[in-house]
């Protein structure tokens, strides 16, 4: 009977650890759009010097923890699937965020639990509780309130990307889920490897200037923070439950949108968001965790 007790006192904290890197993921991304917008550099100049410094940092933190052959040589066939559905997921998102409205990516984005949910239930047999449910239900009409005002600025390709996006992040979350020994960092930094000969070859990135180098170098480690705090934390938590944390992005972007780009956000941007805060905290419960 003790035994059942610490493994479930385990499973419950292991939950928690994977609620909190998932939090940490979230926070990070958010920063996206600003880092997108902020810069003059194309999408593929903000690619490819995402992908420098998010490969170069990331390395470093595997390097400090004498980890290199765990996370690049042993990543396993999950790990190569991991870096290169990621490497079109980023391929697709950063244009997203140039060709249309940060509210409009993160619409998109609030379909990820249902995807997660989804392809989970159909991949692993990971069934879906209510309280899961219920929260990306309401996570997605917060969200649907948040981009109420800017529907007729809908553009189609930004947002067909954006859709791409949202499948990759789902699926790498699946991925993690149904491959926990996976590891976070390898899969990530061949993420970046794949795409900065592709950014050499269809953008100029050398001829972006070092004031938004600069920029774009803190874009890569926040990048690099966000993907192996998310691979972390899918390891931990039920697909759709990643998905929906994914969800708090939505809110975030806005407030960062508002303290560094001083743009002012509207009544149903903040109404929106306290729904989807509201509903990811609403979802969370241990007991639910496996």
């Known amino acids: 009977m003790t035994g059942v007790k610490e493994a479930q006192t385990t499973k419950r904290s292991d939950y928690a650890v994977g609620v909190i890197f998932l939090i940490v993921s979230a926070l990070a991304f958010s920063s996206t759009g600003v880092f997108s917008k902020g810069v003059e550099a194309t999408a593929w100049e903000v690619i490819f010097w995402r992908a420098v ?14 980890a290199l052959r765990s996370e690049f040589l042993e990543m396993g066939r999950a790990g190569l699937v991991v870096g290169v559905i990621g490497a079109a997921g980023t391929a ?69 990307l954006a859709l791409i996006m949202t499948t990759v992040m789902a699926s790498i979350m699946v991925l993690y889920r149904a491959n926990p020994h996976t590891p976070s960092s390898g899969p990530s930094v061949l993420q970046s490897l ?32 966000a993907s192996v705090t998310l691979a972390e934390g899918a390891k931990r938590v039920p697909a759709g439950q990643t998905a929906l944390l994914g969800a708090l992005e939505t809110p975030l972007a806005p407030i960062l949108a508002f303290l560094i780009l001083a743009e002012i956000p509207a009544f149903a941007t903040i109404f929106g968001g306290a729904i989807v805060l509201i509903a990811v905290l609403a979802s969370l419960k241990p007991t639910e965790s496996g």
């Open 92 to 160: 697709a998102l950063i244009p997203a965020f140039k060709l249309t409205d940060i509210a409009n990516v993160a619409l998109i984005y609030a379909a990820a639990p249902f995807i997660a949910a989804l392809l989970a239930w159909r991949v692993i047999g990971e069934k879906v509780s209510k309280r899961t449910a219920l929260g990306a239900a309401a996570a997605l009409a917060g969200v649907l309130i948040i981009v109420a005002g800017s529907i007729g600025s809908v553009h189609l390709l930004g947002d067909g």
């Open 194 to 225: 794949f795409l900065i000969p592709l950014a050499l070859l269809f953008g100029h990135p050398l001829q972006t200037a070092p004031i938004e180098i600069a920029i774009l170098a803190a874009f890569g480690v926040f990048h690099a923070i």
């Open 53 to 66: 410094f998010a490969s170069l940092s990331t390395t470093a933190f595997v390097a400090s923890r004498s």
